[in-house]
């Protein structure tokens, strides 16, 4: 079915490790994103591309790192990770930027940091 | 402050109520979008409005630009519309969406 993947859904990593989350999307949309969703707080971008070879941040940045090497690929990286990084993770995608087109978010990645 | 007030936060109806969800918004914006998120699940995407009223089924959308505020509607209501619904706006110029903390609805059969 086409949509957008996230890989892994479920991981606990210890503080300073690193680890990447992969979006990957078959709809050929041109932008991606990367949300965290914290209790209480509506989601954050930390990073978001309008297209293959392109990036930039978005609000909560810090601590993350991304490529897109390939149209239909997003990837987020944590170089050390730390406790503060304890969030559930979205990736999403629309066609482009314009009026009639909306978001397709993935099924998120519940990451624990400890 | 959150740019993006909804309420309310919580709200539990009976099946068949008609229901409404509000949202609020600060400044002048290029779209707003309402999302679904079940329980420990992604995020649908329901609507996105830039001026009027959308129906989707049961669901229905309307924004008022004056007035910075906009409506969600579920028509009939079923338990299976047990969900948050979150409000998102994208302001002129700007990639970034702000987001509603949500409002979490349930339906009690």
């Known amino acids: 079915n086409a949509g957008v993947t996230q890989t892994p859904k479920f991981r606990v990593l210890k503080t300073g490790q690193s680890m990447t989350l992969l979006c990957a999307q078959d709809m050929n949309h041109e932008y991606m994103y990367w949300y965290r969703q914290d209790p209480g707080m509506g989601l954050r971008l930390i990073h978001y591309s309008v297209g293959e070879g392109t990036t930039a941040k978005g609000e909560v940045p810090d601590g993350y790192n991304v490529s897109r090497l390939k149209k239909q690929n997003f990837l987020l990286g944590l170089e050390s990770a730390a406790p503060s990084q304890t969030s559930v993770y979205f990736c999403?995608?629309?066609?482009?930027?314009?009026?009639?087109?909306?978001?397709?978010f993935g099924s998120g990645t519940r990451l624990t940091v400890v | 402050k959150n740019e993006v007030e909804q309420s309310p936060q919580n709200l539990t109806a009976q099946e068949g109520e008609f229901i409404t969800i509000n949202c609020s918004y600060s400044v002048g914006i290029s779209a707003l979008h309402w999302l679904q998120q079940h329980p420990g699940g992604g995020i649908v995407s329901l609507f996105m409005l830039s001026s009027g009223k959308k129906k989707h089924g049961r669901l229905i959308a309307t924004i008022n630009i004056q007035e910075k505020h906009s409506s969600l509607h579920i028509t009939a209501s079923h338990p299976r519309d047990s969900a948050v619904y979150i409000c998102a706006v994208r302001y002129f110029g700007n990639e970034k969406l702000t987001f509603g903390t949500g409002t979490r609805l349930t339906i009690i059969p």
């Open positions: 999403a995608s629309r066609l482009f930027s314009g009026t009639d087109y909306g978001y397709t």
